[in-house]
T-cell receptor, first 114, second 113 residues
């Protein structure tokens, strides 16, 4: 398998549930990102990992908890979410430094909080 | 004021038309400029990557950067129905993961057969 793979593709969860989103990249990249995409809003950067260390946490609420166990895998753990957290969550990877190829995005997880 | 402004559309054109998509920005430190294409139910895919000012051409696609005006454009010649997608502009100051990409809202394009 190639590129960036995200699972699950769709997720419906209640506000009291705990779930995790998974991202896997097969490109040999060393930086990985979580983005949130909501309707009529620009992509919002949530977290950045470079060489498995978190280099940025963009003021994201603590109900979102990232984990990067190695350079190929990235998780986003979710708990006690709010309906306004419903969105498309995108994972991306890049080679750091030197990002002339831009980011490679996965297809995203469509999250609905009920 | 948003750092990057992009008209969300929607934009609808007939097949074969020339399409012009644009973004303006306020941060003069931006040096790297990208256009992404996002099909429905897919993640964005990189379409064009340019550094500093100038033009870059790839097939039917031409990207232009005018840093003096803080204005970037993407032109699509001989547009096809398969070009129907949302087009996102993105830009950054540097090239490392610590230099975040700032995205526009995206322009939704439909090319009618």
């Amino acid at each position: 398998e190639t590129g960036v793979t995200q699972t699950p593709r769709h997720l419906v969860m209640g506000m009291t549930n705990k779930k995790s989103l998974k991202c896997e990249q097969h490109l040999g990249h060393n930086a990985m990102y979580w983005y949130k995409q909501s309707a009529k809003k620009p992509l919002e950067l949530m977290f950045v990992y470079s060489l498995e260390e978190r280099v940025e946490n963009n003021s994201v609420p603590s109900r979102f908890s990232p984990e990067c166990p190695n350079s190929s895998h990235l998780f986003l753990h979710l708990h006690t979410l709010q309906p306004e957290d419903s969105a498309l969550y995108l994972c991306a990877s890049s080679q750091d430094p030197g990002r002339r190829g831009g980011y490679t995005f996965g297809s995203g997880t469509r999250l609905t909080v009920v | 004021q948003k750092e990057v402004e992009q008209d969300p559309g929607p934009l609808s054109v007939p097949e074969g038309a020339i399409v012009s998509l644009n973004c303006t920005y306020s941060n003069s430190a931006f040096q790297y400029f990208m256009w992404y294409r996002q099909y429905s139910r897919k993640g964005p895919e990189l379409l064009m990557y340019t550094y500093s000012s100038g033009n870059k051409e790839d097939g039917r696609f031409t990207a232009q950067v005018d840093k003096s005006s803080k204005y970037i454009s993407l032109f699509i010649r001989d547009s096809q129905p398969s070009d129907s997608a949302t087009y996102l502009c993105a830009m950054s100051v540097g090239e490392t993961s610590g230099s975040r990409l700032t995205f526009g809202e995206g322009t939704q394009l439909t090319v009618n057969p």
